[in-house]
């Protein structure tokens, strides 16, 4: 393939999903009940957005321990004993 027609089959995919997101919503579509307590209930999303936010703090907060532990342990650190 050219780059023409990478060029072409990207455009056109970019402009497929364009019309797909524009003219396939309708307005008379029923929407999502969000009151119900299945899988995609209100108290699992809050449960799992804490789960995902205590993760992302602990990752945050072992961003400074790692840096020591390397520093520490690589040649140019010159303040072992």
Known sequence: MDAMSKTLASVGLIWSLLVVCVFGSSSDAVGC??????????????????????????AYFSIPIELLYFVTCSNGYYLNS
Do not use: P, W
Not at 39 to 44: A, D, H, Q, V
């Open 33 to 58: 009940n969000c009151e119900d307590d299945g899988f995609f209930g209100y108290r699992n999303i809050m449960e799992t957005q804490r789960v995902s936010d205590l993760m992302i703090a602990f």
